[in-house]
T-cell receptor, first 114, second 114 residues
Framework: SQTIHQWPATLVQPVGSPLSLECTVE??????LYWYRQAAGRGLQLLFYSVGIGQISSEVPQNLSASRPQDRQFILSSKKLLLSDSGFYLC?????????????FGDGTRLSIL | AQSVAQPEDQVNVAEGNPLTVKCTYS??????LFWYVQYPNRGLQFLLKYITGDNLVKGSYGFEAEFNKSQTSFHLKKPSALVSDSALYFCAVRDMDSSYKLIFGSGTRLLVRP
């Protein structure tokens, strides 16, 4: 069966520090991958998605970036964090076979910026 | 513009009573619809989907949803609520402009009283 892993689960970082969040998927090949941010336990904001290695689509211009160095690895990065980057970051994957497939989510990283 | 609306921020129901969480959508063409549940500090879990066929879709944990094309609705239901059903529920629809993406509603918090 397929599994998705995100780490770390929680992170506290000072303003201006760099960020690297990692997400990996097991048990499937060529998944579509997604990064979301959830503020205040409510709505989801799609940040990036990827349909293949090295292919990244950005949804919202900001000081975050994403990379997909391997088929099942998705990384969210920042060179200098802002206070507004605080939130709950969720990684998700969906099968590449057809657009009727659900997305499956990891358990998230709660990021606090001090 | 495509959109998903969850008109209720919170739904309160007594344990053992039926529950309904409402969702309406606006897309061009035939919609692909999804329901997710989120427990505190966890990622979203896929409950069920409607793609085509029978308007009543059954999913995980005893939940079901009814697709109504004329009312553009996809309400989530359960005949008998459990306290453990208390969580945040999200409705989503496939983005017709980009089949890789989902458009999520703002979420409805379900509180089941013992």
């Amino acid at each position: 069966s397929q599994t998705i892993h995100q780490w770390p689960a929680t992170l506290v970082q000072p303003v201006g520090s760099p960020l690297s969040l990692e997400c990996t998927v097991e048990g499937t090949s060529n998944p579509n991958l997604y990064w979301y941010r959830q503020a205040a336990g409510r709505g989801l904001q799609l940040l990036f998605y990827s349909v293949g290695i090295g292919q990244i689509s950005s949804e919202v211009p900001q000081n975050l970036s994403a990379s997909r160095p391997q088929d099942r690895q998705f990384i969210l990065s920042s060179k200098k964090l802002l206070l507004s980057d605080s939130g709950f970051y969720l990684c998700a994957w969906s099968a590449f076979t057809g657009n009727n497939q659900p997305q499956h989510f990891g358990d998230g990283t709660r990021l606090s910026i001090l | 513009a495509q959109s998903v609306a969850q008109p209720e921020d919170q739904v309160n129901v007594a344990e053992g009573n039926p529950l309904t969480v409402k969702c309406t959508y606006s897309v061009s063409g035939n919609p692909y619809l999804f329901w997710y549940v989120q427990y505190p500090n966890r990622g979203l879990q896929f409950l069920l989907k409607y793609i085509t066929g029978d308007n009543l879709v059954k999913g995980s944990y005893g939940f079901e949803a009814e697709f109504n094309k004329s009312q553009t609705s996809f309400h989530l239901k359960k005949p008998s609520a459990l306290v453990s059903d208390s969580a945040l529920y999200f409705c989503a629809v496939r983005d017709m402009d980009s089949s890789y993406k989902l458009i999520f509603g703002s979420g409805t918090r379900l509180l089941v009283r013992p």
